[in-house]
C-alpha cells in the first residue's frame, strides 16, 4: 500500500491584508463528495463574503480549484500550488475574503490565498498514511531509555507502556523498517530483548510523532 501525507485533523486561522479578511480552513477528507460538500457548507455559512475560493486533491482522484469570483490565476491555483507543495493528498482547503476596501492587485492576491492555504494546513497539521507492523516489546527497565531512543531513531511511535515487572510497549513501526530495526535491538541487547510481531495496521499518524 501506498505512503502519503494526509491533513491530521480540521484547521483553520486567518489574517487581515489591507483590510480585507482572509480565512483560511482545512480538512481531511476521503472522496470528492465529502470535498464538494465542505465547500457548499462554507458558502452557505458565508453566504455574505465576498468569495469563497477552493482546492481539493483526492488520493487517486480529481483535483480542482476556483476562483470563485476572484481574477483569474489569482487564488484557486495559488491554493492548489500549496497542498501539491506540501505533498498533502485526501484534503480539502477554501479561503474565504471579506473585502476591505482596498484592491490588492493580482500579486498581493496570489500572496494571500497562498497564505490563506498555508497557514490553514500548518494549523491542521500533516499525517503519513502507511502500513505499520504492531510490535509487542517487553524491556528490562535498564534497557528502556536505549530502546526508546532506538525506536525514535527509526521513526517508531510507542502506542501504549506498561510498567510491571519489566516494561511492556506496543509500538507502531512502518512496515519498511520493522526487520532493520528488529536486527538492531539484537545487536544492542544481544539478543536479550525480543520484539513480538502482533499485526498491520493501515492507518495515519501525525508526522511531528514519528
Request: charged share 25%.
Amino acid at each position: 500500500m501506498d505512503e502519503y501525507l494526509v491533513p491530521t485533523d480540521f484547521g483553520e486561522d486567518e489574517f487581515i491584508e489591507k483590510k480585507s479578511r482572509f480565512i483560511g480552513r482545512v480538512w481531511p477528507v476521503e472522496t470528492e463528495e465529502e470535498a464538494l460538500e465542505k465547500i457548499q457548507q462554507m458558502k452557505k455559512q458565508h453566504y455574505d463574503a465576498t468569495h469563497n475560493c477552493w482546492a481539493y486533491v483526492i488520493r487517486d482522484g480529481a483535483m480542482r480549484f476556483s476562483d470563485d469570483g476572484e481574477p483569474g490565476g489569482t487564488a484557486g491555483n495559488p491554493m492548489m500550488q500549496v497542498l501539491q507543495r506540501e505533498q498533502v493528498y485526501n484534503v480539502v482547503c477554501v479561503v474565504t475574503r471579506y473585502f476591505g476596501g482596498i484592491l490588492l492587485g493580482a500579486g498581493g492576491l496570489v500572496r494571500a490565498y497562498t497564505k490563506g492555504a498555508k497557514i490553514a494546513l500548518d494549523a491542521a497539521g500533516k499525517s503519513m498514511k502507511r502500513v505499520w507492523t504492531v510490535l509487542y516489546l517487553p524491556c528490562p527497565y535498564n534497557f528502556y531509555d536505549r530502546v526508546k531512543l532506538e525506536i525514535a531513531a527509526f521513526e517508531g511511535v510507542i502506542r501504549d507502556t506498561q510498567f510491571t515487572a519489566e516494561v511492556e510497549m506496543e509500538i507502531l513501526m512502518a512496515e519498511g523498517k520493522t526487520q532493520a530495526f528488529l536486527d538492531k535491538l539484537t545487536d544492542m541487547t544481544a539478543g536479550t530483548v525480543e520484539a513480538m510481531e502482533i499485526g498491520q495496521e493501515y492507518r495515519a499518524f501525525p508526522v511531528e510523532k514519528m
